[in-house]
């Protein structure tokens, strides 16, 4: 599919003050001359940002500080998408949660689910809805995990939320079809941002993916409306491998790369 033309217009980029997020949103500047609607809790890092893209690539941004697990969030977040007309989405907010299941505390499986799942499920509902009255074509790509599929001992709420998201983009691509809205997932191993640092693997950075160049295939994801997306050589043998052997087996290999908390 051709790329969707993005040149001049607004692609809202969540999760955009760290991670992926801001690299997908340099990218998009940088690479696409699109204008980023950077969202994210942290408005200190959101407006370095929007610097950042004005000072490097001389592009306009706009900054929404929001939390996505709450309301009132993500109605702002849908106001500004309405406002600016945007034409993208590119939705790379999430949380996760480490360690044996039972050791972690209920509210911060909580907050997971709050901002992963309901709030995630919310913010798409209404960008749906927007996107939908638009003539023009427009899409949306969430940033899943490899996880979903093979199942993450040790991360399980966070990669059973992906799960959920995949699931839901797959019947949602299917609902879509013959309209003007696409919408996919993006399925990233392990990656080289602040999430990772945080995930007690076993050889540090060793293995993650190059933050840049994961942006730069997620961009590309969204601009050619693919329905689903497994970046690097390695994640798709793994990927492949999570279709065709047995699960327990899967998720086996699938907690190699995590320290067995004590
Ligand atoms: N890193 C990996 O190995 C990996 C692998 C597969 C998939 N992923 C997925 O990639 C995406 C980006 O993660 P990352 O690795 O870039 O992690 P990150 O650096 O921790 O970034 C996470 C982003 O999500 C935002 N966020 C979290 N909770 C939020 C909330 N309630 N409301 C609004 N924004 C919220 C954070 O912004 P604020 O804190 O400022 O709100 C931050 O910008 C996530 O969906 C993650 O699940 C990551």
């Given at each position: 599919m051709a790329r969707l033309p993005i040149a001049e217009s607004w692609v809202v980029v969540t999760g955009a003050s760290s991670g992926l997020g801001r690299a997908a949103a340099l990218c998009l500047a940088g690479s696409y001359k699109a204008k980023p609607i950077l969202v994210g809790r942290r408005m200190d890092r959101l407006l370095d940002l929007q610097s950042e893209i004005e000072l490097r690539f001389g592009i306009a941004s706009e900054v929404v500080s929001a939390d996505q697990s709450t309301e009132e969030g993500r109605s702002r977040i849908a106001a500004k998408i309405e406002e600016l007309d945007a034409t993208a989405a590119l939705l790379a907010a999430g949380l996760?949660?480490?360690?044996?299941?039972?050791?972690?505390?209920?509210?911060?499986?909580?907050?997971?689910?709050?901002?992963?799942?309901?709030?995630?499920?919310?913010?798409?509902?209404?960008?749906?809805?927007?996107?939908?009255?638009?003539?023009?074509?427009?899409?949306i790509l969430a940033i899943s995990s490899l996880?979903?599929?093979?199942?993450?001992?040790?991360?399980?709420?966070?990669?059973?939320?992906?799960?959920?998201?995949?699931?839901?983009?797959?019947?949602?691509?299917?609902?879509?079809?013959?309209?003007?809205?696409?919408?996919?997932?993006?399925?990233?191993?392990?990656?080289?941002?602040?999430?990772?640092?945080?995930?007690?693997?076993?050889?540090?950075?060793?293995?993650?993916?190059?933050?840049?160049?994961?942006?730069?295939?997620?961009?590309?994801?969204?601009?050619?409306?693919?329905?689903?997306?497994?970046?690097?050589?390695?994640?798709?043998?793994?990927?492949?491998?999570?279709?065709?052997?047995?699960?327990s087996l899967i998720g086996r290999a699938a907690s190699f790369p995590y320290r067995r908390p004590q």
């Open positions: 996760t949660s480490v360690g044996r299941f039972d050791a972690n505390n209920i509210s911060d499986y909580h907050s997971l689910i709050e901002t992963n799942v309901l709030g995630f499920t919310d913010l798409l509902a209404r960008i749906v809805s927007i996107f939908k009255l638009r003539r023009s074509e427009t899409a996880g979903a599929e093979t199942s993450l001992p040790y991360q399980a709420v966070y990669g059973a939320s992906k799960a959920y998201m995949n699931t839901l983009i797959q019947a949602l691509s299917i609902e879509l079809r013959g309209t003007s809205v696409s919408v996919g997932a993006f399925l990233p191993g392990g990656i080289d941002t602040a999430m990772a640092a945080q995930s007690d693997l076993r050889w540090g950075r060793m293995g993650l993916m190059d933050v840049d160049r994961c942006a730069a295939s997620a961009v590309e994801a969204l601009l050619r409306r693919r329905y689903m997306t497994v970046p690097g050589l390695g994640n798709r043998v793994a990927y492949l491998a999570s279709r065709t052997l047995p699960r």
